[in-house]
């Protein structure tokens, strides 16, 4: 297993386009982490899912952003009528999860680089 | 207050020389504490975890965590060109579920 890997690596699109990424974790990682990070930033949490469950989403997914995990495999995060705002590296992240609930280290992907025309 | 904070850098050091880096975070119950590498238009890499206080060495790189001070650092010794980079503190806990939150990251330059 080479590590996370997200696909497109760089999406150029029109504003109000919809746009799709892909991202393949780590086989034995059972948790999957979306970041977006825009430039002079660190990565800013946007979900998570423990297997195929989604637990939690961050207020800066709007309505527009959607993310699934089915089978509890790989991950695609969706946006729809896609903005200029929307422009940022979006960052794929896995991790197995410990007992008592603690995380360990996250391991990230290359990243989908996003620019909105 | 952001939940994580780093020294806003840039930071030059010459080579040979130590770079520190500074960070603290806000939530008092953080458990666990990483330093992420990340080259210019590459992702994040992790370099360094701690979970105690205390120091700890991995190589060129030590990590040192004071919980009572909420303050966690980075120094790089004999600091190398190939070291300029981004670097990021990352923290997770209990009460924010374990997802790792992250500072905006401070940026080192090595002069040769």
């Known amino acids: 297993d080479t590590g996370v890997s997200q696909d497109p690596r760089h999406k150029i699109t029109k504003r109000g386009q919809n746009v799709t990424f892909r991202c393949d974790p780590i086989s034995e990682h059972n948790r999957l982490y979306w970041y977006r990070q825009t430039l002079g930033q660190g990565p800013e949490f946007l979900t998570y899912?423990?297997?195929?469950?989604?637990?939690?989403k961050s207020r800066l997914l709007s309505d527009r952003f959607s993310a699934e995990r089915p089978k509890g495999s790989f991950s695609t995060l969706e946006i729809q009528r896609t903005e200029q705002g929307d422009s940022a590296m979006y960052l794929c992240?896995?991790?197995?999860?410990?007992?008592?609930?603690?995380?360990?280290?996250?391991?990230f992907g290359e990243g989908s680089r996003l620019t909105v025309l | 207050q952001k939940e994580v904070e780093q020294n806003s850098g840039p930071l030059s050091v010459p080579e040979g020389a130590i770079a520190s880096l500074n960070c603290t975070y806000s939530?008092?119950?953080?458990?666990?504490f990483f330093w992420y590498r990340q080259y210019s238009g590459k992702s994040p890499e992790l370099i360094m975890s701690?979970?105690?206080?205390g120091d700890k060495e991995d190589g060129r790189f030590t990590a040192q965590l004071n919980k009572a001070s909420q303050y966690v650092s980075l120094l790089i010794r004999d600091s190398q060109p190939s070291d300029s980079a981004t670097y990021l503190c990352a923290v997770n806990s209990y009460s924010n579920d374990y997802k790792l939150s992250f500072g905006a990251g401070t940026t080192v330059t090595v002069r040769a």
């Open positions: 701690i979970y105690s206080n």
């Open positions: 899912f423990q297997n195929e469950a989604q637990l939690e």
């Open positions: 939530d008092r119950v953080s458990q666990s």
């Open positions: 992240a896995s991790s197995l999860g410990r007992l008592a609930g603690v995380t360990g280290e996250l391991f």
